[in-house]
């Protein structure tokens, strides 16, 4: 009497558990993948970043020597006989309207605040330049050593600040183009406004025409 052999077959459930395994498996290599990109991501975001706020701290130092300047600056040709008094009071005012600006880095990521603290620096350097042009008309105050000394001053103040200005925008180039590219983009926004686009300095109205000389 002969009994047939009955074919053997693993049993499903370690079949399942297998293919279980396998799933979580991928699953735990993806977020790794994605864990490791976010973590670069950030990473190269806050890198930027603080190269955006380390180079606003050079704009801020070079506007605040401009300002400490201005009070000598004011009383030196407050001494000259017979100066327009209209050209120093606006130096001050102007110096005064920038003083009630909270200079901050929440500026950074505020495009309005930051067009507001333009504006008033813009307003006073031009008020300033008026009163060295005003100056012209003034010899004996133009050759004193103390006035002297402090447009040497003003004059490297001013430089400074355009190359500062100029350093800054490349830098929050730098982070603007890294935060738009894509995928970056989307992770950004999970942050708000930890990784807000940064704003631009702006040319100063009227920049763009050359000045008339005339003799």
């Not at 002969?2 to 399942?16: F, N």
């Not at 982070?175 to 406004?193: C, D």
Request: proline share 4%; hydrophobic share 40%.
């Amino acid at each position: 009497m002969t009994t047939e052999a009955t074919p053997t077959t693993p049993p499903a459930p370690k079949k399942k558990r297998l293919f279980g395994l396998g799933c979580l498996a991928v699953v735990i290599i993806a977020l790794l993948i994605l864990g490791t990109w976010g973590v670069g991501q950030y990473n190269s975001l806050v890198s930027l970043d603080q190269k955006v706020r380390s180079q606003w701290a050079q704009v801020e130092n070079a506007y605040q020597r401009r300002g400490d300047l201005i009070p000598n600056l004011v009383e030196t040709v407050k001494g000259a006989a017979g100066f327009e008094q209209q050209t120093y009071t606006a130096v001050a005012e102007a110096r005064a309207k920038v003083g009630q600006i909270r200079l901050d880095e929440s500026l950074l990521n505020n495009s309005e605040a930051f067009a507001k603290f333009q504006a008033a620096q813009d307003e006073l350097g031009s008020a300033i330049s008026r009163l060295l042009v005003a100056v012209e008309n003034y010899p004996d105050l133009k050759a004193t050593q103390n006035f002297r000394d402090l447009q040497v001053q003003l004059e490297g103040t001013e430089n400074r600040i355009t190359v500062e200005r100029q350093r800054f925008n490349e830098t929050a180039q730098a982070f603007n183009t890294k935060r738009m590219s894509f995928p970056t983009v989307a992770f950004a926004g999970f942050f708000g406004s930890r990784f807000a686009e940064k704003t631009y300095f702006k040319a100063q109205a009227g920049a763009e025409t050359a000045p008339k000389v005339k003799f």
